[in-house]
């Protein structure tokens, strides 16, 4: 009956998606050194609509991560085509891709990243530090988005005195609060034991039901099903 | 961001405590000596008020002699006064322009009390040391048989005693047996030289058997040279057999006057230079390693939208943050100096250093900073988060 639910929750979003929220084509990725060249993306060609759940699986060291970065323009492609929300990046100044990964893109991290320095409230407001808004709004959002995540009660706490979950929620609210229509997601239940990662998937999915993108990269086999679209690499190269 | 900045400094401020304490130390010192450099500056902008060029001192010692000293001291100026050579000359007490002796006492006039530097003088000095008068004249030997003595005062002395009035004409009591009448005002007299603070000073005028005063100045035509001095010497050694005859230039008494101010300024000056160095070279090392230690911060930044030039400003921001608590302690011992009036000097000598040293850290801390800064701007943020 809950399977049965889920494939209705599918189709209906299906039925939504509109165009491609994250546009790849021909990506490329090299390392050079002085005595090696690595090709750590070959040949990538990738749509993610809008709304939609999207995974990436992939054993170690096969450029899951580098494609994380690069759709999170976080890293340049050595060659190729990147289009976010319908805008091609390339061309972009280091302030124009601050400010969309500031607006559209929300990031959540197998390590958290969390500064131990500053407290829930205060590593939540990050991202609106670098928009023009107020402390009492930013203030307001930071409320918000920890009460999204059921960690209201622990804003004056500092990250040192949660649990590894609760720091991923944490992690969560962050990538949240400024409403990006865009999550990516660098194996968020990595750190994290098997009913904590269910959380926490349970979590990105009431996002993607409100209308958020997700890209989650995985190793679990048993998340990656639970998502939309599962996309494997291997050796940098898209096999499914 | 300024607060979230302050919030991260103030987190962490366990471990930023000897950066903040090192800071602070490095601002004492640094007020301490840009006092000294502006107290030194402000007075050597001020004229001395008084002409030295071609001035010499010539010192007589009675050593034993004991007979009829003021008659021969009258004979030995009459003598030097005969001289071609000689513009004018006049008697001093031995505390001559530029020499390290000091006479000093106070005067009261209408119960307000002013200490000063005392000279005892001719009627000649303001020719031989071309000291203009502002009020009044100088001194002349008519002026004995009155019945108080006569004395010429400088400007600032005659603020200090008389507030808003004149000091013209008015008798001043130093104790109760000796009054003075003032009968002239001269700007400034700052006898120690260029880097003398202006204090007030009074001129007295010698009596004829006066015999403790044994230097005469003699102002000499331009182009005098040591044949006359020699000459001098000579006659004055035959005139006044026994006694110790020595000339000095006041030209080069003042550059030895002001080498010892200097010295310690450049001394200071070094030692200061060495710590703030030492400081700047902490700064530098203890910001690169806390850029080394905080990649994953600054990817996770660069991720959240900020930019290189914000990563820069962020860790610029934070340096100075913590260069304003070191300050804001710095500024709560500095204030005391010119509140309690320490070492008695002007307010504004103390403000000027305090802005002054404030400036200084904030260029230093920032020099120190900028490097760092730049760097961690320059981490890729996919590598930063990478090795986090």
Same mark, same amino acid.
């Given at each position: 009956?809950?399977?049965?639910?889920?494939?209705?929750?599918?189709?209906?979003?299906?039925?939504?998606?509109?165009?491609?929220?994250?546009? !790849?084509?021909?990506?490329?990725? &090299?390392?050079?050194?002085?005595?090696?060249?690595?090709?750590? !993306?070959?040949?990538?060609?990738?749509?993610?609509?809008?709304?939609?759940?999207?995974?990436?699986?992939?054993? $170690?060291?096969?450029?899951?991560?580098?494609?994380?970065?690069?759709?999170?323009?976080?890293?340049?492609?050595?060659?190729?085509?990147?289009?976010?929300?319908?805008?091609?990046?390339?061309?972009?100044?280091?302030?124009?891709?601050?400010?969309?990964?500031?607006?559209?893109?929300?990031?959540?991290?197998? $390590?958290?990243?969390?500064?131990?320095?500053?407290?829930?409230?205060?590593? &939540?407001?990050?991202?609106?530090?670098?928009?023009? $808004? $107020?402390?009492?709004?930013?203030?307001?959002?930071?409320?918000?988005?920890?009460?999204?995540?059921?960690?209201?009660?622990?804003? +004056?706490?500092?990250? +040192?005195?949660?649990?590894?979950?609760?720091?991923?929620?944490?992690?969560?609210?962050?990538?949240?609060?400024?409403?990006?229509?865009?999550?990516?997601?660098?194996?968020?239940?990595?750190?994290?034991?098997?009913?904590?990662?269910?959380?926490?998937?349970?979590?990105?999915? +009431?996002?993607?039901?409100?209308?958020?993108?997700?890209?989650?990269?995985?190793?679990?086999?048993?998340?990656? +099903?639970?998502?939309?679209?599962?996309?494997?690499?291997?050796?940098?190269?898209?096999?499914? | 961001?300024?607060?979230?900045?302050?919030?991260?400094?103030?987190?962490?401020?366990?471990?930023?405590? @000897?950066?903040?304490?090192?800071?602070?130390?490095?601002?004492?010192?640094?007020?301490?000596?840009?006092?000294?450099?502006?107290?030194? /500056?402000?007075?050597?902008? #001020?004229?001395?008020?008084?002409?030295?060029?071609?001035?010499?001192?010539?010192?007589?010692?009675?050593?034993?002699?004991? =007979?009829?000293?003021?008659?021969?001291?009258?004979?030995?100026? #009459?003598?030097?006064?005969?001289?071609?050579?000689?513009?004018?000359?006049?008697?001093?007490?031995?505390?001559?322009?530029?020499?390290?002796?000091?006479?000093?006492?106070?005067?009261?006039?209408?119960?307000?009390?002013?200490?000063?530097?005392?000279?005892?003088?001719?009627?000649?000095?303001?020719?031989?040391?071309? @000291?203009? *008068?502002?009020?009044?004249?100088?001194?002349?030997?008519?002026?004995?048989?009155?019945?108080?003595?006569?004395?010429?005062?400088? #400007?600032?002395?005659?603020?200090?005693?008389?507030?808003?009035?004149?000091?013209?004409?008015?008798?001043?009591?130093?104790?109760?047996?000796?009054?003075?009448?003032?009968?002239?005002?001269?700007?400034?007299?700052?006898?120690?030289? #260029?880097?003398?603070?202006?204090?007030?000073?009074?001129?007295?005028?010698?009596?004829?058997?006066?015999?403790?005063?044994?230097?005469?100045?003699?102002?000499?035509?331009?182009?005098?040279?040591?044949?006359?001095?020699?000459?001098?010497?000579?006659?004055?050694?035959?005139?006044?057999?026994?006694?110790?005859?020595?000339?000095?230039?006041?030209?080069?008494?003042?550059?030895?006057?002001?080498?010892?101010?200097?010295?310690?300024?450049?001394?200071?000056?070094?030692?200061?230079?060495? *710590?703030?160095?030492?400081?700047? *070279?902490?700064?530098?090392?203890? /910001?690169?390693?806390?850029?080394?230690?905080?990649?994953?911060?600054?990817?996770?930044?660069?991720?959240?939208?900020?930019?290189?030039?914000?990563? =820069?400003?962020?860790?610029?921001?934070?340096?100075?943050?913590?260069?304003?608590?070191?300050?804001?302690?710095?500024?709560?011992?500095?204030?005391?100096?010119?509140?309690?009036?320490?070492?008695? /000097?002007?307010?504004?000598?103390?403000?000027?250093?305090?802005?002054?040293?404030?400036?200084?850290?904030?260029?230093?801390?920032?020099?120190?900073?900028?490097?760092?800064?730049?760097?961690?701007?320059?981490?890729?943020?996919?590598?930063? *988060?990478?090795?986090?």
């Amino acid at each position: 009956m809950v399977h049965g639910l889920s494939s209705m929750v599918k189709k209906q979003k299906r039925t939504t998606y509109q165009h491609a929220m994250i546009k !790849l084509q021909n990506v490329e990725k &090299v390392y050079r050194t002085s005595s090696i060249e690595t090709l750590a !993306l070959n040949n990538i060609n990738l749509d993610v609509k809008k709304g939609e759940f999207v995974s990436i699986m992939g054993p $170690s060291g096969c450029g899951k991560s580098t494609l994380l970065n690069i759709i999170g323009l976080l890293d340049a492609p050595s060659k190729g085509h990147i289009e976010i929300d319908g805008s091609p990046v390339e061309r972009y100044t280091d302030k124009h891709l601050a400010e969309l990964r500031n607006r559209k893109l929300g990031f959540i991290f197998q $390590s958290f990243h969390l500064i131990n320095d500053l407290s829930v409230i205060d590593n &939540v407001e990050i991202p609106l530090l670098y928009r023009n $808004s $107020s402390a009492k709004q930013r203030r307001d959002a930071a409320q918000e988005a920890l009460e999204k995540v059921g960690l209201s009660n622990r804003m +004056k706490h500092f990250p +040192k005195q949660l649990s590894g979950g609760q720091k991923q929620r944490v992690a969560i609210a962050r990538a949240i609060v400024g409403n990006p229509e865009i999550i990516l997601a660098d194996e968020p239940t990595g750190n994290l034991d098997s009913a904590m990662g269910n959380e926490i998937l349970g979590i990105l999915q +009431k996002l993607n039901s409100n209308g958020t993108t997700i890209v989650m990269v995985t190793h679990d086999e048993a998340m990656a +099903k639970k998502t939309d679209r599962l996309i494997r690499l291997f050796d940098g190269v898209q096999v499914s | 961001m300024l607060r979230h900045l302050f919030k991260l400094i103030w987190n962490k401020k366990g471990t930023h405590s @000897l950066l903040i304490i090192e800071v602070w130390a490095a601002f004492m010192v640094l007020f301490g000596v840009l006092t000294l450099i502006v107290f030194n /500056l402000r007075n050597y902008l #001020q004229p001395i008020g008084f002409q030295y060029e071609n001035v010499w001192n010539l010192e007589l010692a009675t050593n034993q002699d004991t =007979t009829e000293i003021a008659a021969k001291l009258q004979r030995a100026v #009459q003598r030097v006064k005969s001289y071609p050579e000689v513009v004018a000359a006049s008697r001093m007490s031995s505390n001559t322009p530029f020499s390290a002796n000091q006479i000093g006492n106070s005067v009261t006039y209408n119960k307000v009390d002013v200490g000063a530097d005392f000279y005892y003088t001719d009627t000649e000095l303001h020719k031989v040391l071309e @000291l203009p *008068l502002k009020k009044g004249r100088w001194y002349t030997d008519a002026d004995l048989v009155g019945k108080f003595i006569p004395i010429v005062i400088n #400007q600032v002395m005659e603020d200090k005693l008389f507030q808003n009035e004149s000091g013209l004409n008015k008798v001043i009591k130093r104790d109760d047996k000796t009054m003075y009448k003032v009968v002239g005002i001269v700007d400034k007299f700052k006898a120690k030289g #260029q880097f003398m603070s202006n204090n007030p000073a009074l001129f007295e005028m010698l009596e004829k058997k006066d015999r403790w005063n044994g230097n005469i100045l003699i102002k000499t035509k331009p182009g005098t040279d040591a044949n006359f001095e020699a000459q001098l010497v000579k006659d004055m050694a035959l005139m006044l057999p026994g006694w110790g005859v020595e000339v000095g230039y006041l030209k080069d008494s003042r550059k030895n006057r002001e080498n010892l101010t200097l010295v310690p300024v450049l001394i200071f000056l070094i030692v200061s230079g060495f *710590l703030l160095t030492n400081v700047a *070279l902490g700064l530098f090392g203890v /910001l690169n390693l806390n850029i080394a230690k905080r990649k994953g911060e600054i990817g996770l930044r660069r991720a959240m939208g900020a930019t290189e030039s914000g990563v =820069t400003g962020q860790f610029l921001g934070e340096i100075w943050v913590l260069a304003t608590f070191s300050l804001i302690i710095g500024l709560i011992f500095a204030v005391q100096f010119p509140i309690m009036h320490v070492f008695d /000097l002007d307010k504004e000598i103390y403000l000027i250093a305090i802005f002054a040293a404030v400036v200084v850290i904030y260029i230093i801390v920032t020099l120190c900073a900028w490097f760092p800064s730049k760097q961690a701007a320059r981490i890729h943020p996919a590598v930063a *988060l990478h090795e986090e």
